[in-house]
Every structure is written in structure tokens, then in C-alpha cells.
């Protein structure tokens, strides 16, 4: 190899002739304008986008620093706040004890009131059936309709004060039995009752019949001259008529005379006319018609015999007790046997209750 080498040809020298350069300078160049522009608007970019970069910065760093305050702010709010929920969880609580106590506190006033209110229906239904059973009394022994009215009316209005809707059905019959009771005539037994006796203290100022006296009729002064002013012829024709009037009597037969009592026995009758209408004022406030009428008719005729018809006491006496005798006393009054069942149904329910 190494003869190969020495055999080949000495190399041959090649001569460069130096190059004269024939460009413009670069800064008739247009291109180098354009790079130098771009170059300086990447430049100010550059600039720019850093001072943007740093306005950020710091707002980011305002803005974090604001946040930091905020959520320091925060943090102690929520801690407020957990502190106030946690006061408020304790009143909770305190009102849920609470609670419970004025429920149970309720609930107890809720049995007394109930308790309260059976009492009370149960005493005013007790009252109710005492008036009741003193209206059918009342009706049943005295016949006295208009006491029985007011017993039903007052049992009425004791059920309309307590409002209760379980009540109406009851109301309903004591309505019926009072509308019943109203549709009734009227009966003054009172008012009867005040004339009988004032006709029984009216019989010892009665005059008899025997006591009155016949009066002579009586000519006047001035129709009677004096008998010295006649005539003699006068004198003695009148003097002749009165002897011959005192021969004639005239009696009417066609109606009885005056009784002649003893004192004793005109005391006995007045005392008979007084038990007549004694009794007569019984059978009123037993209303026992019959007997009233028959005693009212006695005690009229008594008093149309043996007393004095022209005085005008006694023709007042007469016309009283005939008024009495017309009156009705004896009306038939329904009984309440209506309303006392339903006393008597509505008072077994409760119990059942």
C-alpha cells in the first residue's frame, strides 16, 4: 500500500484568483427594513406583554390578597354563625321541651275541659228533666197550663245556652210539646179565683131580703094643697077614699115572699153562702166542673131568695158568680209524656258513652 502511494503523481497546485464582490450594502436592502420592523414590533410586543403580564400580576396578587381578607372575613362570620346556630339549636331544644310540656299541659286542660262539659251537660240535663217532670205536675194535678209553659220554656232555653248539636232532637219534642201547651185557650184561674173571694167577703155587707121595707109612694109637696086651702065637700070625699083604700089590699102571688129568718138563721145562711162558694173555688183548682157550676147555681139562687134583688150590691154578686158559672175551666191538657222519653233515651245514651 505504501508503494502505491509513493508511485502516484505529485499533486497539482490549483491558483484561486480572489473574487471581487460586486452586491449593495445591506441597508439599501428592503428586506432588512421589513426585519428590522418586525423586530421592533416583537420587541414591543414583547414590552407590552410584559407590563400586561405585570398589571396582572399585581391584580392577581390585589385580588388574592382581597380573598385572603375575605375568607378571613368569612371564616369569622361562619364562626358567628355556627355560634349562633349553635345558641339557636339550644333554644330549640328549650322550646321543643318546652313544647312537649305545654302539650301535655294542654292535653290535660283538654280532659278537664271535657270533664267540665259532661258535668256541666249532665247538671243542666238534670235541671231540664226537673223542669219537665214539674210542667207534667203541674198539667197532671193543678192543671195549671201556663206554669207548664214557663217550666218547658225555661228547660228550652237552659239547652240553647250550651249550643250542643246532640241537644236538637231533644228541643225539637219540648218545641212540639210547648207549641201543644200554648195552642190551649186561656184559663184565668188567678183571676177566678180573686173574684170568688171577693164575692165570699162581699156576703156580710149583703142587705136580707126580710130586712126591706115597702115604701108607701109619696106625692110632692106642691101636688098635695093644704087640706084648709080644699073645699068641704073635697075635705070629706077624700077622707072617704082613704077609709075605703084601707079596706083593700092587693097582694101578687105570682112571686114568693121574702123568708123570714131569726137572726140566728140569717147568720147560718150567710155562713152556708160562703162554704158554697168555698167549695165552688176548690173545684176550680181542681178543675172539677160540675161540682163549680153546681155551687156557682146554688150560691145564685140563694142569693136570689133570701136576699135583697133590688140592691144593687147584690145584683153585682149575682152577675159575677153567673160570669164565673159561664167560664171553662175544665180543658183537657196534653201530657208531656213525649218529651220525658226523650229525656229518658238521650240521658240512656250518655250513660252508654
Do not use: C, H
Amino acid at each position: 500500500m505504501t508503494e502505491a502511494m509513493n508511485d502516484a503523481p505529485p499533486p497539482t497546485e490549483i491558483t484561486v484568483a480572489p473574487v471581487r464582490s460586486t452586491a449593495a450594502p445591506v441597508w439599501r436592502n428592503p428586506w432588512f427594513y421589513l426585519v428590522l420592523m418586525a423586530v421592533g414590533l416583537a420587541l414591543w410586543q414583547w414590552v407590552e406583554t410584559r407590563i400586561r403580564l405585570a398589571d396582572t400580576q399585581q391584580e392577581v396578587a390585589r385580588r388574592l390578597a382581597d380573598n385572603a381578607a375575605a375568607s378571613k372575613e368569612d371564616r369569622s362570620l361562619l364562626k358567628e354563625s355556627q355560634e349562633q346556630v349553635a345558641a339557636l339549636q339550644d333554644r330549640v331544644d328549650t322550646l321543643e321541651s318546652q313544647q312537649a310540656e305545654f302539650q301535655g299541659q294542654a292535653q290535660e286542660l283538654r280532659n278537664l275541659y271535657q270533664d267540665l262539659a259532661r258535668s256541666r251537660d249532665d247538671a243542666t240535663l238534670l235541671e231540664v228533666e226537673q223542669a219537665v217532670t214539674l210542667a207534667a205536675q203541674q198539667l197532671q194535678l193543678a192543671g195549671n197550663v201556663q206554669a207548664a209553659v214557663l217550666a218547658l220554656q225555661s228547660a228550652d232555653a237552659k239547652l240553647a245556652r250550651l249550643d250542643r248539636p246532640q241537644f236538637i232532637p231533644l228541643r225539637k219534642t219540648l218545641a212540639r210539646d210547648l207549641e201543644r201547651l200554648q195552642a190551649l185557650p186561656f184559663v184565668d184561674l188567678p183571676g177566678m179565683s180573686v173574684k170568688l173571694e171577693s164575692a165570699i167577703v162581699a156576703v156580710d155587707k149583703l142587705p136580707l131580703a126580710m130586712d126591706q121595707r115597702p115604701r108607701s109612694p109619696e106625692k110632692p109637696a106642691a101636688a098635695q094643697p093644704a087640706a084648709t086651702e080644699l073645699p068641704w065637700w073635697k075635705r070629706a070625699g077624700s077622707e072617704l077614699w082613704q077609709e075605703v083604700r084601707g079596706l083593700v089590699r092587693i097582694q101578687r102571688f105570682d112571686r114568693a115572699e121574702p123568708v123570714l129568718l131569726p137572726p140566728e138563721q140569717s147568720f147560718f145562711l150567710r155562713e152556708n153562702l160562703k162554704l158554697r162558694l168555698l167549695n165552688a173555688r176548690l173545684a176550680l183548682f181542681a178543675r172539677d166542673a160540675w161540682t163549680f157550676r153546681n155551687e156557682l147555681r146554688a150560691a145564685q139562687d140563694w142569693l136570689a131568695r133570701y136576699f135583697d134583688g133590688q140592691d144593687k150590691a147584690v145584683q153585682a154578686e149575682i152577675a159575677t158568680l153567673r160570669q164565673l158559672a159561664a167560664a171553662e175551666v175544665n180543658i183537657e191538657p196534653p201530657s208531656l209524656n213525649d218529651s220525658l222519653t226523650a229525656l229518658r233515651i238521650f240521658k240512656s245514651a250518655r250513660e252508654r258513652k
